[in-house]
């Protein structure tokens, strides 16, 4: 018996991936960290934290060290928030995001 | 007569707050739709467009022809035919929103979008059971939110499927009211305590 294949919008990957840099805290969180928690390829990851970074949802801790760390923003955190009350009023409906 | 005027203004008050929730259900999904470019709550969206704008026009059409010009039963036929297609305009936007709703928030891909299309211009073309066709896509409805419920058990999508099951029984004592008054007034109660259901939901979500 097969599974149906869940697959999620892209601002679902983009809220997923500031979801695992949120909960890294002050400290901040690394590509691999990122990359596990939103399940995503090398590739994609590179290309979507350009595009947070670009949006200014994300920004570069040190971007002297040679593993990059990130921090969620405010405009980011705001982003999340936002992005979290229409989850949650989407799926009441029954409507994924 | 005075009964009946004060159960219409009684009517016009619920439906005009009916009307400005479903309006504000209907901002809140266009701004997730702009955050998130899921078609599904532009659907949703529409729909409770379609219901305001229908009840905001009841609403008008009620109180002019009603309260301003005093409607009674020697009414001359053309102020007949007018309520008769206010009525019936009313029914079918009401009828437009719950397809919609139904094609919006479905959980299984079974219906098509040009099925919607056939079922939202039957919807006009058909006129004396408005109100069972309304009853018949509000039952689709609550199923597909009965089955959301069950899927995710929060609280949220309770408040859903309590919002829609109220329609549907306003719906359904609106269908018995030609026979009991009251049941015409219990038809506006139930329809504002679903909409308020909604309101819920979106101060739930914050």
Redesign the interface.
């Known amino acids: 018996m097969s599974r149906k294949k869940v697959y999620r919008?892209k601002?679902r990957i983009l809220a997923d991936m500031m979801r695992a840099v949120q909960e890294a805290g002050v400290e901040g969180a690394g590509p691999t960290k990122i990359l596990y928690a939103a399940n995503l390829s090398h590739d994609r990851l590179t290309q979507y934290l350009e595009e947070l970074l670009e949006k200014e949802l994300i920004t570069i801790l040190d971007s002297n060290c040679s593993n990059k760390t990130y921090l969620l923003t405010d405009k980011g955190r705001e982003f999340l928030?936002?992005?979290?009350?229409?989850e949650?009023?989407?799926?009441?409906?029954?409507?994924?995001? | 007569m005075q009964l009946g005027i004060s159960i219409i203004r009684l009517d016009l008050l619920f439906e005009t707050i009916s009307g400005i929730i479903a309006l504000i259900v209907t901002i809140y999904a266009s701004n997730a739709y702009k955050i998130t470019g899921q078609k599904k709550l532009s659907d949703l969206s529409t729909g409770f467009m379609v219901l305001s704008v229908g009840m905001f026009g009841r609403v008008i059409g009620t109180w002019y022809f009603f309260v301003r010009l005093g409607a009674s039963e020697d009414m001359t036929p053309e102020l007949r035919t007018l309520i008769a297609i206010v009525t019936i305009a009313y029914g079918a936007s009401r009828i437009m929103a719950y397809v919609v709703f139904a094609v919006a928030i479905r959980p299984l891909k079974r219906v098509e979008v040009q099925d919607a299309g056939a079922l939202m211009a039957l919807a006009v073309l058909v006129d004396p059971t408005l109100e069972m066709i309304a009853i018949f896509v509000l039952v689709i409805v609550v199923i597909q939110a009965l089955i959301n419920y069950t899927t995710n058990r929060n609280r949220f999508a309770l408040y859903v499927l309590v919002g829609f099951i109220l329609l549907l029984l306003s719906h359904l004592f609106l269908a018995q009211s030609v026979i009991n008054l009251g049941m015409y007034l219990m038809s506006q109660v139930a329809q504002l305590l679903g909409f308020l259901s909604f309101l819920v939901l979106l101060y739930k979500t914050g």
Not at chain 1, 81 to 86: A, L
Not at chain 1, 88 to 97: K, P, V, W
């Open positions: 919008s601002m928030r936002e992005f979290v009350k229409v949650r009023f989407s799926e009441a409906f029954g409507i994924e995001i």
